[in-house]
C-alpha cells in the first residue's frame, strides 16, 4: 500500500532516525575502592572502556569525593552508542561516611537541570547532550557490614 500515513510509520520513522543517530547512554558506578568496578564496567561493554583510579591516588586526596566521566562511542553492526560511565572515586573510603551521598545526588540533580533547562527554551538546539545519569550501579563490600 502506497502512501499509507498512520502510527506504524510513525514508529518506522522513530525507529530510523535513532538507528542513524545513535543512543547515548549514562552510567555511574559507586563504591569503594577495590570493590571490581573497572573490571565490571570493562566486561560488560567487552572493551577498555574504563581504567581504574591508581591506588593511592584516593587516599593522598581531600576529603572531598571528586567525580570524573569518561565518554567512549561504541559502534556495533552500524549502531553507534555513546557511552559515559562517571565513577565516584573515593566514595565510602573516609572514616566518617555520614555525608558521602551528597556529591553524588548533587551531581545527579544537576545533569537533570540541566537537561530540563535546556529542553524547555524556546529556541533550543537541534540535538540536547543528555549527562543525565540513566543507570547507577551501587557496589557493595562482600564484608555484610553495609
Known amino acids: 500500500m502506497l502512501g499509507y500515513v498512520g502510527i506504524e510509520a510513525v514508529l518506522d520513522q522513530?525507529?530510523?532516525?535513532?538507528?542513524k543517530m545513535g543512543f547515548e547512554f549514562n552510567i555511574m558506578v559507586v563504591g569503594q575502592?577495590?570493590?571490581?568496578?573497572?573490571?565490571?564496567?570493562?566486561?560488560?561493554?567487552k572493551s577498555k572502556?574504563?581504567?581504574?583510579?591508581?591506588?593511592?591516588?584516593?587516599?593522598?586526596?581531600a576529603q572531598?569525593?571528586?567525580?570524573?566521566?569518561?565518554?567512549?562511542?561504541?559502534?556495533?553492526?552500524?549502531?553507534?552508542?555513546k557511552l559515559t560511565v562517571t565513577d565516584t572515586p573515593g566514595f565510602g573510603d573516609q572514616i566518617n561516611n555520614d555525608k558521602c551521598w551528597d556529591p553524588i545526588l548533587s551531581y545527579i540533580?544537576?545533569?537533570?537541570?540541566?537537561y530540563l533547562q535546556e529542553e524547555i527554551l524556546i529556541t533550543r538546539q537541534r540535538h540536547?547532550?543528555?549527562?543525565?545519569?540513566?543507570?547507577?550501579?551501587y557496589f557493595v563490600p562482600p564484608t555484610g557490614h553495609w
Open 109 to 114: 540533580n544537576e545533569q537533570y537541570e540541566r
Open 64 to 81: 572531598t569525593l571528586q567525580l570524573h566521566s569518561v565518554t567512549h562511542v561504541i559502534e556495533e553492526k552500524g549502531v553507534k552508542l
Open 128 to 137: 540536547i547532550p543528555d549527562t543525565r545519569v540513566h543507570c547507577c550501579v
Open 14 to 19: 522513530l525507529k530510523i532516525k535513532a538507528m
Open 33 to 45: 575502592s577495590g570493590l571490581g568496578k573497572s573490571t565490571m564496567v570493562n566486561t560488560l561493554f
Open 49 to 61: 572502556v574504563w581504567k581504574s583510579t591508581p591506588p593511592g591516588l584516593v587516599g593522598t586526596t
